[in-house]
């Protein structure tokens, strides 16, 4: 396909400007300091609510084991990654524990405590991943919990799934290394010391995707990163064409993706649409690093790079830290002085949020920890009223007004806010940054957003219940005119019982007719008895029963047996006392009596058989699993699976372990 | 919000994101303004006499009562509610506009007025839809008339030896009468019997409604008696550029409002040489330089965005333009602004931002 004339001028490498933005103090001190490997913690938390959906489920229990790496949840639907231990341990508890979060909510955790000998799983990485359907890579993908490491968490397997599913056709892959953020040196440092790694990451993502140009976008304040990039990149031969580095200029939020889109691109995409259906995938390099990993040497997402800084620390640098590490270890590694007050940022200056506590644990999202002192950044001054200076609206990235938002939010009025485009507001903070009354713009526009969002859920709600409401009405209608209608029938037969025309004839009827059905019954069921009888049972009949080893559901199975028979008795017995109703009540007793000494026999030849077929089914799994026969084994598995949620806990780990051999 | 007690106790500081702003505060917005005024305040002393400043003292002693006051009765923490300098812009403003000579309690009326009603009536600073410190002078033109053109005085070289600190006490707190000193401050000219008026501007709008503007006709900006004008004007600019400098003000507003006012002066003075001034002299005469760098770019009564604000600038140097030329005042800045200011709502709405990512195409790139 011939390239239009955008794509032409990009291919050139032409650059555009996004509006607005702001040039803050680089402040990236820790830009020449290696990546240095943390220890391992006392203990690893691991949040789970990113990792289970609704349906999710958590694969170990407290007191197992865990080797490095070892998949720990089983997400619902493909929007969830599974989790993995970072390291070997004992897993400690599953329970309720604070959260990386401003507010300090807590949430389901898993903690591990480490046995120090980090012992891991055997890691199956794809050597020629060329060969390999990017549909498998995807899922390969998430499978190792591969998530966006700049700071949003998006899931990386859905964002590349999303941009090469049915209609839609990648053209641009953007790596995304612009670090746009002050203080935040982990993707520059990985680029200094992993192009390689990068590289092969870029050519991984670009089998996947197969897109007409990759570019990688770095800033021009990372001299030593564009140069070990375009090194690593000139090692590479056969990218050469397909790749490009693209020095971007040093403006804060580029590393947006919709800014970095605007800026090599020239498209602006509106918030409403996804990216990557747009045609254009940006991931971050540490996730392409991250993907690399993954694919080549078939490590999950456990460690991620973390920039520490702050002049409260009496050492900086950038840190590779295994996830559900605490903060307060990563600061006790990095000796915090603390101040009165000490703020503890998670992110950057700009966008990060102090925490509540610092026993939380470092996640995927967590690009920085820094810890501040006062010289470093100050505390915020209190406010002064807003003078419409107008400063606000010429660095807004998303082309918002943000002084007249602010005043519409603090006025409460949702709607109007809403029409001024809350919705495009990144909370990238630049309207606060520069703000010369020091108003927490980007603060309330959070707090506007939550509150937008509120509404939403309440307007569903109040929909949901107006719709409950609308049906139940209809409901009640339907039985009140149901009840008239009966009324109006037994009003009729009261009037016909009156005039007693043919009333007998009726009744005669009636009768005669009773009788022809009970006839027809009665011989059904003896018919019935005879086949249980004479049958040998087919054991694809029972096969329901078949998994129930345990005594008190099998004894449950029995009654059950012996229940229906004994219910067809009585139905027979009533039956015949419906005909023969002037039968003495001794003498119906001993007619279920009889019944039953009829049934017993046959009842305990079914008993042996159903345990019979147990031990066969069993066996039939187990060889049918060895042998390979597909169809088998998928079909009894199903029939496992479907049994499982009645088995007791101990059961459904044999089913699981069963599941993965 | 469900904040364990466990994480309280950790006594960590809590502060909503960014975490480091910009230096540029509020406070030193202000500052940046009063050191831009003070070429134009010393140039205005220089020519006027030292009446500027008397009027600047008691300007800034009225408007700090005020203030005091607003915060008394709004409870506020009065350090932090004086830590903004607006009210010494606003002074500083007010004497500047305000005739030299005009005896004290109509300064500070004006300046009163200004603080009181049109800025705290309005909810204070950033909510006053209309400039105080116009405002305030057009309350004193409106309701003093005859006091305000009995005060005016005409500017001359080295005035402020006759107009001295004793000499303008004087007259504008003890009450005497100023009509000795203007004719003093007059007779510094060499050709005094041009000026009919206190002002160039107001002369000239006599002779040409009289039809007999030869004399007055082509005169030197740069000669003795006229340079004056010329002179603050170029204080005013060099405010100006500092504020420009220092990215208080946008370039862009003064430089569509005098651009606006000298093209606009051109045409009508070609077409119409006996009604409108040419376009020089629209320039530098009255208020127009004050109001290009320190009155259309006071941030709080203007439009938003950077369009709209480029709007207002031009949308009031039309209208000083027309006041000028055809009202019954001698000068117009006054009216010009106040009338500006309250279409700036308007403007605001109608130079609508377009938001992010209008004109999108679906599928993107191809």
Request: net charge positive; glycine share 6%.
């Amino acid at each position: 396909m011939e390239a239009s004339k955008q794509f032409s001028k990009i291919m050139q490498g032409k650059l555009w400007k996004f509006f607005g933005g702001i040039k803050p103090k680089e402040l990236k001190r820790t830009q020449d300091t290696p990546i240095e490997e943390l220890p391992i913690p006392a203990l690893i938390t691991i949040p789970l609510d990113r990792h289970l959906g609704p349906d999710g489920e958590i694969l170990v229990n407290v007191g197992d084991y865990v080797k490095t790496g070892q998949v720990l949840t089983r997400p619902g639907g493909t929007r969830y990654v599974p989790a993995h231990a970072s390291t070997s341990g004992t897993v400690t508890s599953i329970a309720m524990s604070v959260l990386p979060h401003p507010s300090g909510f807590s949430g389901l955790c898993l903690t591990i405590k480490p046995d120090n000998k980090d012992v891991c799983v055997d890691f199956n990485g794809i050597s020629n991943f060329k060969e390999v359907s990017p549909r498998e890579l995807i899922n390969i993908i998430r499978d190792r919990g591969i998530e966006g490491l700049g700071g949003a968490q998006f899931q990386t397997a859905t964002k590349l799934q999303a941009a090469i599913d049915e209609g839609n056709v990648c053209n641009l892959f953007i790596v995304n290394g612009a670090e746009c953020e002050p203080v935040a040196t982990c993707d520059d440092r990985l680029m200094q010391e992993k192009a390689d790694e990068i590289i092969q990451g870029v050519d991984i993502v670009a089998h996947i995707l197969q897109p007409k140009l990759v570019l990688i976008a770095i800033e021009d304040n990372k001299p030593n990163a564009i140069k070990a990039m375009s090194l690593a990149l000139q090692k590479r031969e056969d990218l050469k064409d397909l790749v490009q580095i693209r020095v971007i200029p040093t403006l804060y939020p580029s590393g947006a993706a919709r800014n970095l889109i605007k800026i090599l691109t020239g498209i602006e995409i509106p918030y409403s649409e996804h990216t990557s259906e747009c045609g254009i995938v940006v991931d971050n390099v540490e996730t392409v690093f991250a993907i690399k990993e993954a694919i080549i040497d078939g490590k999950p997402l456990i460690k991620r790079v973390v920039t520490v800084d702050g002049s409260s620390l009496h050492k900086k640098g950038n840190a590779l830290i295994r996830l559900g590490t605490s903060v307060r270890f990563v600061l006790t590694n990095y000796n915090l002085i603390p101040q009165r007050k000490q703020r503890i940022i998670l992110g950057g200056p700009l966008m990060g949020f102090t925490i509540p506590s610092i026993d939380v644990p470092i996640t995927k999202s967590t690009t920085c920890v820094l810890a501040p002192s006062t010289n470093d950044m100050e505390f915020a001054p209190p406010e002064m009223n807003c003078i419409r200076c107008g400063k606000c609206a010429r660095v807004c990235p998303s082309r918002l007004v943000p002084y007249q938002l602010y005043a519409y939010s603090k006025a409460q009025k949702h709607n109007e806010a809403k029409k001024c485009g809350i919705d495009d507001c990144t909370e990238c903070g630049c309207c606060s940054f520069v703000c010369p009354s020091k108003i927490r713009l980007a603060a309330q526009f959070r707090k506007e957003k939550a509150i937008a969002s509120l509404i939403a859920e309440n307007q569903y709600r109040n929909l949901r219940a107006k719709e409950r409401m609308a049906i139940r009405n209809e409901r009640l209608e339907k039985e009140a005119k149901e009840r008239e209608a009966k009324k109006k029938a037994a009003l009729a037969r009261i009037a016909m019982q009156k005039n007693g025309t043919d009333d007998a004839q009726l009744k005669a009827k009636m009768i005669e007719e009773a009788r022809a059905r009970a006839k027809a019954k009665r011989e059904a069921a003896l018919l019935k008895q005879t086949e249980t009888q004479a049958t040998n049972i087919d054991p694809v009949e029972i096969k329901g029963n078949m998994l129930m080893s345990n005594a008190g559901l099998r004894q449950e199975a029995k009654m059950s047996i012996k229940l229906d028979i004994a219910l067809e008795a009585d139905t027979a017995l009533q039956e015949n006392s419906n005909i023969k109703a002037a039968l003495p009540f001794n003498l119906r007793q001993g007619a279920v009596k009889k019944h039953y000494q009829g049934y017993n026999a046959t009842n305990r030849e079914i008993v042996k058989h159903t345990q019979n077929v147990d031990i066969i089914e069993y066996k039939g799994v187990h060889t049918a699993i060895e042998s390979m026969d597909k169809n088998v084994a998928i079909t009894t598995q199903n029939n496992i699976l479907n049994t499982a949620k009645k088995l007791p806990l101990n059961l459904r780990k044999d089913k699981n372990q069963c599941k993965l051999q | 919000m469900q904040i364990t007690v466990k994480s309280a106790k950790q006594n960590l500081g809590i502060e909503t994101a960014p975490h480091i702003r910009d230096n540029m505060s509020t406070p030193r917005i202000m500052l940046y303004v009063i050191i831009a005024l003070v070429p134009a305040f010393i140039t205005t002393i220089f020519f006027f006499g030292f009446g500027v400043l008397w009027q600047f003292v008691i300007a800034l002693i009225s408007s700090l009562i005020c203030e005091v006051i607003v915060a008394f009765l709004r409870s506020y923490k009065l350090k932090h509610h004086l830590a903004d300098h607006a009210y010494i812009v606003t002074a500083l403003l007010l004497a500047l506009t305000l005739p030299p000579l005009i005896p004290w309690y109509f300064t500070a009326t004006a300046s009163a007025f200004a603080i009181l009603v049109v800025k705290h009536c309005f909810g204070g600073l950033g909510q006053n839809i209309f400039n105080p410190a116009m405002a305030g002078f057009i309350f004193l033109m409106i309701s003093a008339p005859s006091s305000f053109y009995q005060t005016y005085v005409t500017p001359s070289a080295y005035a402020y030896k006759i107009a001295s600190l004793d000499a303008s006490a004087s007259i504008i707190l003890e009450g005497r009468d100023p009509q000795e000193l203007r004719m003093q401050l007059k007779a510094n000219l060499e050709n005094a019997d041009i000026i009919t008026g206190a002002t160039y501007l107001e002369s000239i709008k006599t002779a040409k409604k009289s039809g007999i503007d030869d004399q007055i006709n082509n005169i030197d900006f740069l000669g003795h008696d006229f340079n004056a004008y010329f002179y603050l004007a170029l204080a005013y600019i060099l405010g100006g550029i500092f504020l420009i400098a220092t990215k208080v003000i946008l370039f862009q507003m003064p430089l569509s409002f005098l651009i606006t006012i000298f093209i606009g002066g051109y045409i009508w003075h070609n077409l119409a040489p006996n009604v409108s001034l040419s376009g020089i002299e629209h320039l530098l005469c009255g208020g127009t330089m004050l109001a290009a760098f320190f009155i259309i770019t006071d941030p709080v009564t203007n439009a938003g965005t950077s369009k709209g604000r480029i709007v207002f600038s031009i949308f009031c140097a039309l209208l000083i333009l027309l006041i000028r030329v055809q009202g019954s005042y001698s000068d117009s800045v006054a009216f010009a602004v106040l009338l500006a200011n309250a279409t700036a709502p308007l403007i605001d709405v109608l130079t609508k931002r377009r938001s992010f990512g209008i004109g999108y195409k679906k599928g993107g790139l191809q």
